[in-house]
C-alpha cells in the first residue's frame, strides 16, 4: 500500500501533468493578429476582386473556419478574403450574441472574437478603441484622443474638432459618424499649406484624412479624419478607410485620392511600434 506522502506526491504530479497537457493545447492553438484580421475586414469588402489584404490570410481564414462550423459561412467563402460574404456572416454572429446596431455591423471586435475562437484560436495584437469621453465638447474614444493629441504634438499646434464620434448630428455625414474613430476639424485660419501640413500628419499617426472641400458635399471646407482599425466605427467609416488603403478618397464617387501621400499607412498601434 502506498504511503500517504507517496499518494500525494503522485496526485501532485498527474494534477500537473495535467496542467501541462492543458496548457499545451492552449499554446497549440492557432493564433490570430487582430490587426491584421481588421485590416482585411476594412479592405476586402471594398476591393472589386477578392484578393487577400498582405498579412491576414492566415487570421482570415481562422475566424471563417469557425464561422463555418457555426453554420453562418459557406464552404466556397473560406478563403481568406474578408469580402461582403465574410461580413455578412460575422454580423450574423454577432446578432447571435445578442449585439445589435453598431455592434452588429461585422466589423470582429476583441470580446466578440474571443468568443468565437473559444477552444479554435488565441488572439494576438489585440485592437480596443478604449472607453468613450467628453473631449473639447465631443465625444471620442481614448484611442481616437491619443491619436489626435500626437497629430497636435507633431503638428506644435491644437485643432479644432467640429463635429466627433457617436454623433448622427450632421446628415451630410452619411452615417460615418455614428460610430467611433470619426472626427471632422475646423481648417478656419490656415493656409492652403497648412491644410496639407494637418492632414499629413493625421495620416502619419493613423488616421484616413482628407481636406474636403464645397464642391464635394453640402459641407465647408474641413478636414474629415477617420482613424484607421477602429472597432467602433459605423459602416460608412468602415468603407471609408477601405478606400483610404486603397488609394481613394473616401467619397461616394470613389475617387483617386486628393491628399497628400504617406508611405507606409500605419494604423495608432503600427505607428507608435515605429515611432
Not at 165 to 184: N, Q, W
Not at 199 to 208: E, I, N, S, Y
Not at 247 to 259: E, K, S, V
Amino acid at each position: 500500500m502506498l504511503s500517504r506522502r507517496r499518494l500525494l506526491i503522485t496526485a501532485s504530479a498527474a494534477i500537473a501533468g495535467s496542467t501541462l497537457v492543458g496548457q499545451n493545447a492552449r499554446a497549440a492553438l492557432p493564433v490570430v493578429d487582430m490587426e491584421a484580421l481588421i485590416k482585411a475586414a476594412q479592405i476586402d469588402p471594398r476591393r472589386a476582386d477578392t484578393a487577400i489584404t498582405s498579412g491576414s490570410k492566415d487570421s482570415v481564414l481562422q475566424v471563417e473556419r469557425a464561422l463555418q462550423a457555426r453554420g453562418l459561412l459557406a464552404a466556397g467563402y473560406v478563403d481568406g478574403h474578408f469580402g461582403t460574404s465574410t461580413v455578412a456572416a460575422y454580423a450574423t454572429y454577432q446578432r447571435s450574441l445578442g449585439y445589435s446596431g453598431l455592434d452588429a455591423s461585422g466589423l470582429p471586435g476583441p470580446t466578440s472574437l474571443r468568443q468565437l475562437g473559444e477552444q479554435r484560436f488565441t488572439l494576438t495584437r489585440v485592437l480596443s478603441p478604449g472607453s468613450i469621453l467628453t473631449f473639447r465638447g465631443a465625444q471620442v474614444n481614448t484611442r481616437t484622443r491619443s491619436m489626435l493629441l500626437e497629430a497636435e504634438r507633431l503638428l506644435g499646434a491644437q485643432l479644432t474638432i467640429t463635429q466627433g464620434s457617436y454623433s448622427s448630428s450632421t446628415p451630410a455625414s452619411a452615417g460615418t459618424h455614428d460610430g467611433g474613430g470619426a472626427l471632422d476639424l475646423s481648417v478656419s485660419g490656415m493656409t492652403t499649406t497648412y491644410r496639407t501640413t494637418v492632414v499629413r500628419q493625421l495620416r502619419r499617426v493613423g488616421f484616413a484624412a482628407w481636406l474636403r472641400n464645397p464642391s464635394q458635399g453640402d459641407w465647408p471646407y474641413h478636414i474629415h479624419a477617420i482613424a484607421l482599425a477602429d472597432t467602433d466605427q459605423s459602416s460608412g467609416a468602415q468603407h471609408q478607410a477601405g478606400d483610404f488603403y486603397l488609394g481613394l478618397n473616401g467619397l461616394a464617387n470613389r475617387g483617386t485620392d486628393d491628399g497628400p501621400a504617406v508611405t507606409p499607412k500605419l494604423t495608432w498601434e503600427e505607428y507608435l511600434r515605429t515611432a
